[in-house]
Each structure stands twice: as C-alpha cells, then as structure tokens.
C-alpha cells in the first residue's frame, strides 16, 4: 500500500487544482485521508471524472492520505518492493514506442526510489530529451543536476548526443584524417587510409542511424559511473529512446567494437609505417592518443553490452499503451530483447481508461478498445509471461516532482 502524505497531495498542483466535492467511482484506486486534513471535502477527484476517477473514503484510523490498490493481486503485489530492495546497484532501463510515457515513467519511478531511500540517477540517452520537460527543470547541459523536492538525492542527466559524438569523433580522427592521408598518399601508402575509410566510421557520424547516439550516450554514461562521484548512486534509471533505437542500439556495441578493432589494427600498420618514413625522413604526424581512446572506446562498448545482459543488475521496462498498435509493437520489442537476452520482466501499460461513469461515447469506445489491447496483451505469447503494471490516464500533463511522485505511487506499487 502507497502513502501520500497530505501536504504533498494538497501541495500538488494535479491535487490542487482538481479536488472538487463530485461523487466519483475508481474500479482502480482508493484514496483515503483524515478528517483532519487541509481537505475539506470527504470525496476528491484528482482528474476529471469522464478520464480518471478516484474514490475517497474517510479513514478515522489513519492520518494520512492513502492510495490501496484494489487490482488482480497477480497483476501488481509487491513489484515494487522488488525493485527497491537491496543496497547493491540496480539499473532500470524504460523503453518503448515513441509517447506512450516512457520519460513520464522513467521519471516518476526515479522519484519514487529517491523517496524510498535510494540515492538515484536518471539519465536520458533519448537524442529527444524530455527529462527537464517532464521535472519542469532544465537538465541541459551534459552534466549532473540535482532535482529538487525528494528525499534522499535525486540528480538527472540528458547526455547531449552531439557533444559525446564530437569527442567519439576525435577519438576515431585517424580514420581519414587528412593530415595522415596526404602523407601517406604522398609515401605511396594511401591504400591503408582508404581501407579505413571502408570502415565507413566518418559516415556513420555524420549521419548516425538510429542506435549510434543512443550508444555512445550510454557509453558517455559508463565513462561516468566509472568515476568516485557516482559511487553513491544506488538505482540508476535510464529513460531510452524510442524502440527502433533501441533494437538497434543492441546489436551495435558489436558492430562498433568489430569497427574499431579493425581500425586499431590498421593504425597500428600506419604507426609502423610513418614512424619508418618519419626515420627516414625526420617528420612527426601522428596523434599521440588516440589510439588509447579508442581502445576505451571499445572497452566501454564491451560493458554497455554486458550492462544489458546483466540479470542481476539490469532490467529492461517495456512501457506501452493499450492500443493495437503500441501492444504489437512491445511484443516485437520484448521478442527482440529476449533474442539479444536483455532481461525484462515488467510490463507498464500507460494511459488506461476508467470505465466510464458518464455517457460519453468517445470514452465508452475508446475504453472498448483499451480492453481489447488489454486481452491481446493476455493472450500475446511474448507478453503474457510479463508482470502487468498498469497506470491510469490523467487529465493533465504530468510535470513537476509531486507530480511525478503522484503517478509514481500509482504505477510503481
Ligand atoms: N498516465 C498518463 N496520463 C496522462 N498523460 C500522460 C500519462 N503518461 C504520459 N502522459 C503525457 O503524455 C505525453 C508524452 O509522455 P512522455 O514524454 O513521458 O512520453 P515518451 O514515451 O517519453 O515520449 P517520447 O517518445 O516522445 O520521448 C506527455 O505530455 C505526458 O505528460
């Protein structure tokens, strides 16, 4: 069972703003809160009636504001207590189709642990960050920033793609670096260069395909962890870009450390080669580190990689919605991870409806067809074998930390 505590609720702006004295019906949720509160009324809403309705019932035992879970116990006991038990660091990667909630998600679930004692990190490597949109804080910059309002330290990062493929860029300079072309064209030597170029490395950052960015983001990410300062960092959530990256993402760190393997190999011939002209000829063209960063380069790919696969530490979230479309897509998703044996073990379904209480026929149709997704999900063979986790559609964007909090009580339970 969550609890809210009465002055985040009544200090929360979706709170605030939406209590009103209207008799609502839940099928999902129960709040129950004292007399005593700053809240007058004995029954609230918290979004409007025709899209989410929550109950509330007065609770003379308690003096505080409760949210109880009255869902199918197999669909939500105690997930969460999984997740935030244990001291030794757990990584939570988020993904999905584009806009179902996944920063929404990432965000609160970020929340949600830094309330629970853990010192947590949420980073997105999605090249269209939303993390400041979603805290309404600005995380630009590449660099920690700490979030307001939780209890135990919450700080976000928004890896800019653009800077981390600038320095991936100067790693990998030699491979048709001019300097080292038109030298070694003029020794006779330009073969090797252009077997670089084969390598098609130079292509690849100028324009990336989906997965390059999100790959070095996560490799900028590792390159951090490494250093003391993220030490304290207990949970580590990281909200991913759209599924198409993603999928791509995964076979990457391969296809980069075969790449860059062979470009070490063939810098090695060139090192050879120009420092046997450079003895002749007294010249001095090469760049003293780049092969070393290139090596870490690699070495980082290799852990993104085994970050991924790591069951102990890692796990994948799908986030969906319920519709016909974003169900089928989770479950190519989830058949893609389990091929590459990326863990994944929770299903969130974002967005759900209320059965309505009113004779809107938009919502009575589009609640319909929820269900149907809901079924397909039941009955898809990738997505059955997963924990449901199910959160409700709200009526306003979700921005803010007690915003997040809110639907973080509600969705991680
Ligand atoms: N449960 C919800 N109820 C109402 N609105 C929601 C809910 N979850 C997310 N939203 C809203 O949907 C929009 C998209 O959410 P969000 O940015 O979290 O999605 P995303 O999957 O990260 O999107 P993108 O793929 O574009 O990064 C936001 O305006 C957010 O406030």
């Not at 025709?50 to 116990?73: D, T």
Request: a neutral charge; proline letters at 6%.
């Amino acid at each position: 069972m969550a609890t809210l505590s009465s002055s985040l609720l009544s200090s929360s702006p979706l709170c605030k703003s939406r209590f009103s004295p209207t008799t609502l019906v839940s099928g999902i949720d129960f709040i129950s809160f004292s007399p005593r509160t700053a809240l007058s009324s004995s029954t609230i809403s918290v979004v409007s009636p025709a899209i989410l309705c929550l109950s509330v019932k007065q609770n003379r035992q308690r003096n505080s504001l409760q949210v109880k879970s009255v869902a199918s116990p197999t669909e939500t006991a105690s997930e969460f207590d999984e997740m935030v038990s244990g001291t030794k660091r757990k990584y939570y990667m988020l993904g999905g189709k584009g806009g179902v909630g996944k920063t929404s998600c990432a965000a609160s679930l970020a929340v949600r642990f830094a309330n629970n004692g853990h010192p947590t990190l949420v980073v997105s490597t999605d090249p269209a960050h939303s993390l400041s949109d979603s805290f309404a804080q600005d995380l630009t910059g590449g660099m920690l920033v700490p979030v307001e309002g939780p209890e135990s330290p919450l700080f976000a990062l928004e890896i800019n793609p653009e800077k981390a493929r600038e320095e991936f860029r100067s790693a990998s300079q030699m491979n048709g670096g001019t300097g080292v072309k038109d030298f070694m064209d003029g020794m006779g030597l330009g073969m090797l260069v252009e077997q670089l170029g084969e390598l098609k490395l130079g292509e690849l950052l100028d324009t990336p395909p989906p997965g390059l960015d999100e790959a070095i983001a996560i490799s900028k990410v590792i390159q951090f962890l490494e250093s003391p300062e993220y030490n304290m960092f207990t949970r580590i959530v990281f909200d991913t870009a759209p599924t198409g990256h993603t999928l791509r993402l995964l076979s990457l760190p391969d296809f980069l450390d075969a790449s860059i393997g062979k470009i070490l190999k063939l810098r090695q011939k060139i090192t050879s080669a120009t420092s046997a002209i450079k003895s002749v000829f007294g010249k001095e063209e090469n760049k003293p580190d780049a092969a070393d960063k290139l090596e870490r380069l690699r070495e980082r790919m290799v852990k993104v990689r085994e970050l991924f696969r790591d069951t102990e530490s890692t796990e994948f979230v799908i986030v969906t919605i319920p519709t016909v479309m974003a169900v089928s897509e989770s479950s190519r998703l989830s058949a893609s991870l389990k091929k590459e044996s990326v863990p994944v073990k929770r299903l969130v379904v974002n967005q759900i409806l209320p059965p309505s209480s009113s004779d809107c026929k938009f919502c009575s149709i589009r609640r319909k067809d929820q269900m149907r997704a809901l079924d397909m999900i039941r009955e898809d063979s990738e997505l059955s074998g997963l924990t449901l986790m199910e959160a409700p559609m709200v009526d306003m964007e979700i921005r803010g930390v007690p915003a997040l909090r809110f639907l973080g009580d509600i969705v991680w339970k």
